[in-house]
Nanobody
Framework: QVQLVESGGGSVQAGGSVRLSCAVTGYTGDNYSRVCMGWFRQAPGNEREWVASITTDLMTRYTDSAKGRFTVSKDNVKNILYLQMNSLKPEDTAMYYC?????????????????????WGQGTQVTVS
């Protein structure tokens, strides 16, 4: 069974940096390398929104607010997804979720829709003040 567990969240001052991790279990061998991944976030009172995605070819895409500040990466040996967030702003405060697309849909769509993903983590909170 595939499971995703996020970590690395916390409180940080505006302008600071945080690196989120998403540990993925349930994939054996090199199967994780064949999975597209994404990051989403949800602020209080808002709908969950897409932040970034990465394909099996390690092509990345970002929402406009994340471009130039966030970097998504994927370690296919350790089965971990990362989101490096720099120059954080108070409006980045949210619960951050990782998600897995085992179908390869994200390669075609870029991954901005929740429907592109099958598996989800429980989230990690990032608070920027």
């Amino acid at each position: 069974q595939v499971q995703l567990v996020e970590s690395g969240g916390g409180s940080v001052q505006a302008g600071g940096s945080v690196r989120l991790s998403c540990a993925v279990t349930g994939y054996t061998g090199d199967n994780y390398s064949r999975v597209c991944m994404g990051w989403f976030r949800q602020a209080p009172g808002n709908e969950r929104e897409w932040v970034a995605s990465i394909t099996t070819d390690l092509m990345t895409r970002y929402t406009d607010s994340a471009k130039g500040r966030f970097t998504v990466s994927k370690d296919n040996v350790k089965n971990i997804l990362y989101l490096q967030m720099n120059s954080l702003k108070p409006e980045d405060t949210a619960m951050y979720y990782c998600a897995a697309d085992p179908w390869g849909v994200v390669t075609a769509t870029g991954g901005p829709s929740e429907r592109d993903y099958k598996y989800w983590g429980q989230g990690t909170q990032v608070t920027v003040s």
